[in-house]
């Protein structure tokens, strides 16, 4: 079965600083991997997706993650943290549940940006 | 338009009562899903279906029950509502990318 773990429940930065938010999985089958935004009272939102291709993923917003197979990783970073990035981060993986293919996700990550 | 809506948006209800949540879907896929979001649980799988035909339980099943009336609609109910089932519910879609989009949500509180 898989699983995700999400490092740190909150992540405080300043406007301008480095985002990096963690995710670290477990999958018995070369997984899927995913990352969603939640703004407040709003759904989620796809950030990017790792599907096999490339290992570094670019997505919206400037935000990109690099998947790395021996550290079982797929940390999230932006190099320029907005006021606008506040918000709930969540990390998925895709994996089989019962012969068929469903996200297990992370308990999130509650980005807070100051000025 | 929304591709993914839920209705109701808001919902109050007593413990004892049935209530059903309903998500419709406009971008074709066949995969369909609901979650419960609990702060700091993160989001957790409760029934999807990959076709009109096909009802799977997810994580924590137990005290729901769906019905797939269409490909476009997926029905959750809550048969005798219970405190503990107060959370944010998501629908969600997807077709053979994997990749899942997420319906507004659902605020339900049972008091």
């Known amino acids: 079965a898989q699983s995700v773990t999400q490092l740190g429940s909150h992540v405080s930065v300043s406007e301008g600083a480095l985002v990096l938010l963690r995710c670290n999985y477990s999958s018995s089958v070369p997984p899927y991997l995913f990352w969603y935004v939640q703004y407040p009272n709003q759904g989620l939102q796809l950030l990017l997706k790792?599907?096999?291709?490339?290992?570094l993923v670019k997505g919206i917003n400037d935000f990109e993650a690099e998947f790395k197979k021996s550290e079982t990783s797929f940390h999230l970073t932006k190099p320029s943290a907005h006021m606008s990035d506040a918000a709930e981060y969540f990390c998925a993986v895709s994996g089989p549940r019962g012969g068929y293919s469903t996200l297990t996700f992370g308990k999130g990550t509650m980005l807070l940006v100051s000025p | 338009d929304a591709d993914v809506t839920q209705t109701p948006r808001n919902r109050i209800t007593k413990t004892g009562k049935r209530i059903m949540l309903e998500c419709s879907q406009t971008k074709g896929h066949d995969r369909m899903y609901w979650y419960r979001q609990d702060p700091g649980l993160g989001l957790r799988l409760i029934y999807y279906s990959f076709d009109v035909k096909d009802i799977n339980k997810g994580e924590i099943s137990d005290g729901y029950s769906v019905s797939r009336q269409a490909q476009a609609k997926f029905s959750l109910s809550l048969e005798s509502a219970i405190p503990n089932q107060t959370a944010l519910y998501f629908c969600?879609?997807?077709?053979?990318?994997?990749?899942?989009?997420f319906g507004p949500g659902t605020r339900l509180t049972v008091t």
């Open positions: 790792y599907t096999s291709a490339a290992t």
């Open positions: 969600a879609t997807s077709d053979q990318d994997r990749e899942q989009y």
